[in-house]
């Protein structure tokens, strides 16, 4: 096995010229068997397995530097830095990150997990160069997906005026996780199907290349001066040229000399450089090719026909959503839906076909997409966005700017809210709590079942002012059915009646308080549950009416304790004078690593086991 061989960075160079093919085919059969089994991002994985080797060929690990954008496709650089013999734990609880990390690897050049970002911290490590003094080469490695988001073009725009060397590699699959949107999508299609046109297959570069003379900063002169000859009428006008960034390509992205030609030509440019690879995502394993989307993100799956090896058995909240999305539109014309690049994830592929006018995918740009739907709502529409917890992160200001201060009706239904797992620290989403009860006008509740999350949806279309409901990823939660009072603004739900303790619950964690309840129960201990619904406004009546008739107060939710749910019960508590026990269960201030949801819960003490110690002790 080659793929043996590679025990440390740079290691690849030792491999002859051509043995490349052997040693993709390999990196290629060992991704799919291990990600097979650990679930993972295989598809973009498996688009960039030439790409990364070309990279790790032309350059100096870990003296050079490359940023992934997103970091979800660096799988190979993985295997090619020293990490091949912990793919087994990859995305498992203190195993190896399904994105770069600083601390796993000096190769890991900068953090990664939400999009957009590559461009703008590779003109940083750029600049840290050029003031001290270094010569390392900086590449960020940008798929066309991620160059929907606005920082991308922040970043573009500002290192068009840098006179030293940096490449941005754009990775171009035609391809977000769903198909791409937008006029840069479209903008680099036309380059792709021109250059197809003339039956030169992605290679006018390389051709070009190959015939002038190999003499530095000449080719690449050579190549704009040709480029800006033909642009008008074999590649359409490069958008990059008039920027001010130079802009070499189209290459193809799975044939490593290629790319290491136009790597070394890339790297001589004084200036930001764009080097335009075009790549099939999924390449080689053709279920992946045929679903590109299923296979973004896999789960473990049957290598032979790329089945799922342990099917959905029941619905998740985002498949309730889904329905409730597609009634509430039906009833009312008014209702329209946003996504930012996630039809599938979210839940609305199905809203989409149904009322493909009342949808909007405006790609990987969570700002635009709040601050679009406030526009839409502005105009008379009742618009739901439609973002996973942690994205929305990147929308503050648009939420309290365009949304909150214009006190506009736009929902915000948040998926993935709480622990997400195996995505690890980017992706867990347990700031939404704080980050939106800080704000004036808005409304922030969370369903106990699949029942509530449904119930949730029609009040807060029909509330006419912002509100967030936030449900988390995974199965919807069946218990407690015959526990439906309506939704009523700021008003929790009692759910059993009892003495000495009261648990205030939110959303995942009303489920934990039931099994809470039931340990206590075996103890003697009968406790009151209630079912905060409402972060904000929290149900103070209820608070007031348990700190009278209950020793100690517990509030559980999925979010960090600053800003949370528990701290503005605790707060009401102190302004009302009520010095009753407060017990208040919430992540802690760190951010939680990968790992099934269940062995973080358990590791940050938010497992009912964990709770109900706590509460004895503050009891007895
Ligand atoms: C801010 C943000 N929004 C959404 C996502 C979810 N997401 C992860 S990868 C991806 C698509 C990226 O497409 P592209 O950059 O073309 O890479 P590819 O997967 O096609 O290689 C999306 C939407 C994210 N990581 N960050």
């Known amino acids: 096995m080659l793929l043996d061989t590679i025990l440390r960075e740079n290691d690849i160079k030792q491999i002859p010229s051509d043995r490349y093919d052997a040693l993709a085919e390999e990196i290629r059969e060992f991704l799919i068997s291990k990600i097979s089994m650990t679930g993972g991002h295989l598809g973009p994985n498996l688009g960039v397995v030439e790409l990364t080797m070309a990279l790790h060929l032309s350059l100096d690990l870990p003296k050079d530097k490359i940023i992934w954008d997103v970091g979800h496709q660096a799988y190979t650089h993985k295997l090619l830095t020293g990490r091949k013999d912990n793919f087994d734990t990859l995305r498992k609880y203190k195993g190896l990150s399904g994105f770069p990390k600083r601390k796993e690897s000096a190769c890991d050049a900068f953090d990664t997990g939400h999009s957009s970002t590559s461009i703008s911290a590779g003109l940083g490590l750029v600049k840290a160069r050029d003031l001290q003094g270094s010569d390392e080469t900086v590449v960020a490695v940008i798929g066309d997906g991620s160059l929907t988001g606005g920082m991308a073009y922040e970043a573009l725009n500002n290192a068009a005026r840098l006179d030293t060397n940096y490449i941005i590699v754009l990775n171009d699959n035609n391809m977000s996780i ?6 840069m999508n479209k903008y680099l299609n036309k380059i792709r199907t021109g250059d197809k046109y003339l039956g030169l297959k992605s290679r006018v570069s390389n051709a070009l290349m190959k015939a002038l003379p190999q003499k530095g900063a000449t080719v690449v002169d050579g190549i704009r001066h040709f480029k800006n000859g033909i642009k008008h009428f074999v590649i359409p006008g490069t958008w990059f040229e008039e920027l001010g960034l130079t802009y070499l390509g189209p290459v193809d992205g799975h044939d490593i000399p290629a790319m290491m030609r136009v790597l070394e030509e890339a790297k001589r440019v004084k200036g930001a450089v764009v080097v335009h690879v075009l790549t099939k995502k999924g390449n080689g394993f053709s279920p992946a090719e045929k679903h590109p989307s299923r296979f973004h993100g896999a789960e473990p799956f049957n ?5 799922p090896t342990s099917p959905r058995k029941s619905a998740n909240y985002t498949d309730i959503f889904s329905t409730v999305m597609i009634k509430l539109a039906a009833r009312d014309e008014k209702v329209v839906a946003i996504t930012a690049a996630m039809p599938e994830g979210t839940g609305l592929k199905r809203y989409r076909n149904i009322y493909p006018e009342r949808f ?9 997409a709040v601050t679009f739907a ?15 917890s942690s994205f929305l992160q990147r929308a503050y200001d648009q939420i309290l700017h365009d949304v909150c201060i214009q006190n506009l009706p736009v929902v915000f239904a948040i998926d993935r809210a709480g622990l997400v797992g195996s995505d690890g620290e980017t992706h867990q ?3 939404d709590y704080s980050y939106l009860s800080a704000m004036p006008n808005m409304h922030v509740i969370a369903p106990k079942n699949k029942w509530e999350l449904s119930d949730m949806m029609k009040f807060a279309v029909a509330l006419g002012r912002p509100v967030a409901v936030r449900y988390p990823r995974g199965n919807a939660y069946t ?8 939704i009523e603004l700021g008003k929790s739900e009692l759910l059993f009646e009892g003495s000495e303790v009261a648990i205030f619950a939110v959303g995942s964690m009303v489920k934990t308080a039931e099994e809470v309840r039931k340990a206590l129960l075996e103890q003697g201990i009968s406790p009151t549950i209630i079912n905060g619904r409402f972060i904000k406004p929290i149900d103070e009546a209820a608070v007031l009416e348990a700190c009278r008739t209950h020793k100690l107060i517990v509030t559980l939710e999925e979010n960090v304790a600053a800003g949370g749910y528990g701290e503005a019960i605790a707060a009401f508590m102190k302004r009302e004078k009520l010095d009753n026990d407060l017990y208040l269960v919430a ?10 949801i269940d062995q973080l819960k358990q590791e ?7 709770i109900v110690k706590g509460i004895l002790e503050r009891i007895r």
């Open 178 to 183: 769903s198909e791409n949107v937008g006029g």
């Open 303 to 307: 290598t032979e026909n790329g089945l």
């Open 360 to 368: 909007f995918d405006v790609g990987i740009a969570e700002q635009h």
């Open 374 to 388: 406030a526009g839409l709502a502005a105009g008379g529409l009742k618009p739901v966005v439609a973002i996973y």
């Open 429 to 431: 989403g347990v700031f």
């Open 479 to 486: 218990g407690l059915q015959e526990h439906r009072a309506p």
């Open 587 to 596: 992540i802690p201030d760190r951010f939680i690593e990968h790992g099934s």
């Open 604 to 610: 940050i003490e938010m497992d009912a086991p964990a």
